[in-house]
T-cell receptor
């Protein structure tokens, strides 16, 4: 079982819809969870961090964490074509551990 | 968020030569930096973890004598690709921990290396 798993996609949503990206992780002791966005040919950009169960909202983005189910998700409301990118889920066990990245989910927002 | 810079953003070199890539944390001190490599349409691959003032820790399968890493200060880490070959052509990305932000990890813009 891989440490961090994501559907590779591509996930296609129409402009204005909600995009839902999912991630599961294997290490139950993980404490820190991140979502990165990576445009083609560019480096990853940190867009959300979440550390406790529940929802965390930042603008059009909402991260959801359920440690009991070992599940993290990212919702993008009012999706825009500029949101088209690969979204990487990342997990850390403690602050001092290296980040473990998932393979990424490719999102395409159709105008 | 924290800012990480890389230089150069792209470089073309001839086979057999060496190339140095610099990674700097601009507005925070980075005791730990990471070097990744990414081939087209593939996932990030961690090459090594660089700690200020000590030897880098390389991931399995990464040749430490070929990819020399130096982390001489709290804001600068360098990666030198020695005796480069065409198969070393890739996108090299550095990343740094910001210990002031619960060790969130921020990426530099990347360096695209082409070896001819």
């Amino acid at each position: 079982q891989k440490e961090v798993e994501q559907n590779s996609g591509p996930l296609s949503v129409p402009e204005g819809a909600i995009a839902s990206l999912n991630c599961t992780y294997s290490d139950r002791g993980s404490q820190s969870f991140f979502w990165y966005r990576q445009y083609s040919g560019k480096s990853p950009e940190l867009i959300m961090s979440i550390y406790s169960n529940g929802d965390k909202e930042d603008g059009r983005f909402t991260a959801q964490l359920n440690k009991a189910s070992q599940y993290v998700s990212l919702l993008i409301r009012d999706s825009q074509p500029s949101d088209s990118a690969t979204y990487l889920c990342a997990v850390k066990k403690t602050s001092y551990d290296k980040v473990i990245f998932g393979p990424g989910t490719s999102l395409s927002v159709i105008p | 968020g924290a800012v990480v810079s890389q230089h150069p953003s792209w470089v073309i070199c001839k086979s057999g030569t060496s190339v140095k890539i610099e990674c700097r944390s601009l507005d925070f001190q980075a005791t730990t930096m990471f070097w990744y490599r990414q081939f087209p349409k593939q996932s990030l691959m961690l090459m090594a973890t660089s700690n200020e003032g000590s030897k880098a820790t390389y991931e399995q399968g990464v040749e430490k004598d070929k990819f020399l890493i130096n982390h001489a200060s709290l804001t600068l880490s360098t990666l030198t690709v020695t005796s480069a070959h065409p198969e070393d052509s890739s996108f090299y990305i550095c990343s740094a921990w910001n210990r002031d932000s619960l060790y969130e990890q921020y990426f530099g813009p990347g360096t695209r290396l082409t070896v001819t």
